[in-house]
């Protein structure tokens, strides 16, 4: 059984910079996809960041690019999204999603294809 947890979540002004990590559990988290979503109230689910269980194909959502890093520490089981520039338009309650895709290609920002979810991490920017 996958277990995810989301820690480093928080507030901060607008241009300040927020490290997210994520720990998962388990002796497989070297095959799983990782990927992080995020939700602000009255908003569906909307996808953030994910990286293969290689660690050498990321993606970012549009809103994102040139602003968050995802990187993995397999020695450590950890996923963590460096968030840089940040806007009052990236609150949201931060989530870290696990799972084995099987087209990580076609399948990364779908938020039904990662089968273990963190209880998220809420993040905060102030104007």
């Known amino acids: 059984q996958v277990q995810v947890v989301e820690s480093g979540g928080g507030a901060v002004q607008a241009g300040g910079s927020l490290r997210l990590s994520c720990a998962a559990s388990g002796p497989t988290f070297s095959a799983l996809d990782m990927g992080w979503f995020r939700q602000a109230p009255g908003r569906e689910r909307e996808f953030v960041a994910s990286?293969?269980?290689?660690?050498?194909?990321?993606y970012y959502g549009d809103s994102v690019k040139g602003r968050f890093t995802i990187s993995r520490d397999s020695a450590k089981n950890t996923v963590t999204i460096q968030m840089n520039s940040l806007k009052p338009e990236d609150t949201a309650e931060y989530y870290c999603?696990?799972?084995?895709?099987?087209?990580?290609?076609?399948?990364?920002?779908?938020?039904?294809?990662?089968?273990?979810w963190g209880q998220g991490t809420q993040v905060t920017v102030s104007s």
């Open positions: 999603a696990a799972g084995r895709l099987w087209d990580f290609d076609a399948e990364y920002g779908s938020p039904s294809q990662y089968a273990h």
């Open positions: 990286i293969n269980w290689s660690g050498g194909t990321v």
